[in-house]
């Protein structure tokens, strides 16, 4: 759940490739010192947990959390509906909100942060594949 609520992503980014890195050790830690009880009291646990808190506000604006028909978890942004579908697109860097139009179109809405399938976990899993067209 810790890695949910910041899209598993640590507040630093790699300028060498301008992408966020994957939650590290460190956040962890800092997560750890936020919800649960520290050596040092009320100060240290601040100190410790702020590289988290500030991840959190970072990823985590606007958005809830809720938890698919398979029961993986996500990010509820605003443009969630009902029967919207989340996929892996052929050659994209991360799942997709698509919301089907009539007649087997689908109008792309964004991309979505699903723990468990955003480094390829699922696709080991032998998904079924599909074609449609998104305009």
Known sequence: MWRTLIADC???INTKYKRQLPASKLIRKSFKALVGPTQGGPEERKILSTPYIYTLKLKAAKRQIFVLSRGYYSFRQDTLR?????????????PFLVRETGLSYYKLIRESYVHSIMHGEYLTKKP??????IY
């Open 10 to 12: 640590d507040a630093l």
């Open 82 to 94: 009902v029967r919207d579908i989340i996929c892996i697109l052929y050659r994209g860097d991360s």
């Open 128 to 133: 079924p594949v599909e074609q449609f067209t």
